[in-house]
């Protein structure tokens, strides 16, 4: 079992940044495909970007491609989103998610095959 915990959410003006980041505690940090979601109000939740456990392969939706970048780090167990160039359409609700049982170099994009999810962490993008 892994826990998780996301911050950096806040509040952003149009064409800034935020760095979200999600610390894991539990089993084997390298033992997990990682990935961030979101859920606006009214929405479902959907991918924003995904990492496989070596770190190498990556997943990006494609509103997000350029702008957003996904990093793990297996000393610290922890996975950052770096994101830039925020636009009001970002504001949401960000969950950081593991999943289990995948190979190496495996991107996981299912949502319903994370089995371990945080808290979340509100982004708000003013115009």
């Known amino acids: 079992q892994v826990q998780l915990v996301e911050s950096g959410g806040g509040l952003v003006q149009a064409g800034g940044s935020l760095r979200l980041s999600c610390a894991a505690s539990?089993?084997?940090?390298?033992?997990?495909?990682m990935g961030w979601f979101r859920q606006a109000p009214g929405k479902e939740r959907e991918l924003v970007a995904a990492i496989s456990r070596s770190g190498g392969p990556t997943s990006y939706t494609d509103s997000v491609k350029g702008r957003f970048t996904i990093s793990r780090d297996g000393a610290k167990n922890t996975v950052a989103l770096q994101m830039n160039s925020l636009k009001p359409e970002d504001t949401a609700v960000y969950y950081c998610?593991?999943?289990?049982?995948?190979?190496?170099?495996?991107?996981?994009?299912?949502?319903?095959?994370?089995?371990?999810w945080g808290q979340g962490t509100q982004v708000t993008v003013s115009s």
């Open positions: 998610a593991a999943g289990s049982g995948f190979f190496w170099d495996t991107v996981v994009t299912r949502p319903n095959a994370y089995s371990y």
């Open positions: 539990g089993r084997s940090f390298s033992d997990y495909a």
